[in-house]
């Protein structure tokens, strides 16, 4: 995606493809653009109309895909290539590819196989092409550079596809959302799709909230199933910062803490990188003085809100704690981004943050530095530095070509 709008996707109803994609017309993405996805990628007997139609008390854009004609099941290669051979903009096909390699990677666990090897079924049929190139190419028509949404509710009971009667949410649909905020009302009904849950997990940035944004328009979107438990729509709202200069991101944390005055210093700080890895944003640990003037350590971790119930059980199930204090705060954070540089030892990844005055910080990412310094036999400080240089050089000549 590509310029400097903001998009938050109000997802009381789930998300999809269709409603993706109605949610973008909606909110000013014509539809004649809408309509030519399937030549530029070279889909042969596809058409698009969309309608307004009533879901609750909304007014909603429904959009079609037909498709006429026998469609062949699809491996990863298939569509690798069809997206590769199209005019989309660079940054539209390498997106849409990641959706789709995610959407792979699902499936294969699922059936045990490979992601060279499943048959993308529904999820590689003609209109899922569309819906994900689709919604994809519109982000990038109507200028929204940071994509945000609420949490995904995502419904009950089975649904029939082309392995039987499957629950909901469907397999590959739950494993996509390993991580993501989510909700699961008392309504049977498929309100996430793989599709659409493969679009918000690759797209969206943070999970709640947009941080301060001038509202600028609204794009509805409607699902097929007009449900009687609430209006089966996906409300896409559209605005710019908030001032000219650039605003901090805001969210919500969760602060667990708990004091320790009768364990393993060791174990503690394995304690602390295993919290890391089951998905922390930080564990950090300090001596403190406990009562009677006893010596211990206290380990305080910041989480995403949804993840601190299982953190806070397995802080507990792994230490010798017997209670663990919660609290939320709102946190400031600059926005960043991943980043890999060629050097003379190997390639090295960084994290690039976006400083409140538009410029750029970029940092090595330790343990990059620390396996290129192993395989070249250069010391880390070396390594991070030419890491450091590298990227300071490719900026210039991007400024320079610019």
């Known amino acids: 995606m590509s310029g400097g709008r903001i998009g938050w996707l ?18 000013g993405w014509p539809l004649e653009e809408l ?4 030549a ?13 139609v009533r879901r609750g008390p909304f007014t909603a854009c429904h959009v079609t895909v037909e498709v006429s004609g026998k469609q062949p099941h699809r491996h990863l290669h298939h569509l690798r290539d069809m997206i590769e051979r199209s005019d989309f903009d660079g940054a ?3 997106r849409a590819l990641a959706v789709f390699e995610r959407l792979a990677h699902a499936e294969a666990e699922v059936h045990g196989s490979t992601i060279e090897k499943v048959h993308f079924h529904e999820v590689g049929a003609a209109d899922a092409l569309v819906d994900v190139v689709g919604a994809i190419e519109g982000l990038r028509a109507l200028g929204i550079g940071s994509l945000f949404a609420s949490p995904l509710r995502l419904g009950r009971g089975t649904v029939n596809s082309e392995h039987g009667l499957i629950p909901v ?4 649909t739950a494993l996509l959302l390993r991580g993501v905020p989510v909700e699961i009302p008392d309504i049977e009904a498929e309100l996430v799709t793989p599709t659409g ?6 797209l969206v940035e943070r999970w709640g909230g947009a941080p301060p944004f001038t509202l600028e328009t609204i794009g509805v979107g409607a699902g097929t199933r007009d449900m009687k438990e609430r209006a089966n729509v996906l409300r896409l709202l559209v605005g710019t910062p908030a001032t000219a200069a650039a605003v901090l991101p805001e969210r919500e944390v969760a602060v667990l803490e708990t004091a320790l005055d009768d364990e393993n210093p060791q174990w503690v700080a394995a304690l602390a990188g295993r919290l890391l890895e089951a998905g922390a944003l930080d564990a950090m640990v300090a001596p403190v003085t406990m009562k009677k003037g006893r010596p211990g350590m206290w380990l305080v971790v910041v989480a995403d809100p949804a993840q601190a119930p299982a953190l806070a059980a397995k802080l507990l199930g792994e230490s010798s704690s017997l209670g663990v204090r919660v609290r939320s705060e709102r946190r400031w954070e600059l926005p960043r981004r991943a980043a890999t540089v060629e050097t003379a030892f190997g390639a090295v990844t960084l994290k690039i943050a976006t400083l409140p005055d538009g410029g750029e910080r970029a940092a090595p990412e330790f343990e990059s530095v620390r396996m290129v310094s192993e395989r070249a036999g ?9 890491a450091l240089a590298a990227w300071e050089q490719d900026r210039s000549g991007r400024s320079s070509n610019g």
Do not use: H, K, W, Y
Request: hydrophobic fraction near 50%; glycine fraction near 10%.
């Open 378 to 386: 250069r010391p880390l400080r070396e390594v991070a530095q030419a």
């Open 10 to 27: 109000d997802a009381f109803s789930g998300i999809s493809g269709d409603m993706t994609l109605g949610a973008l017309i909606g909110a």
């Open 35 to 38: 309509a030519r996805v399937p």
């Open 197 to 202: 849950a493969a679009l918000a997990v690759t």
């Open 169 to 172: 949410p469907a397999p590959a």
């Open 40 to 52: 530029r990628l070279g889909l042969d007997g596809v058409r698009i109309s969309a309608a307004t």
């Open 92 to 94: 539209v096909r390498e």
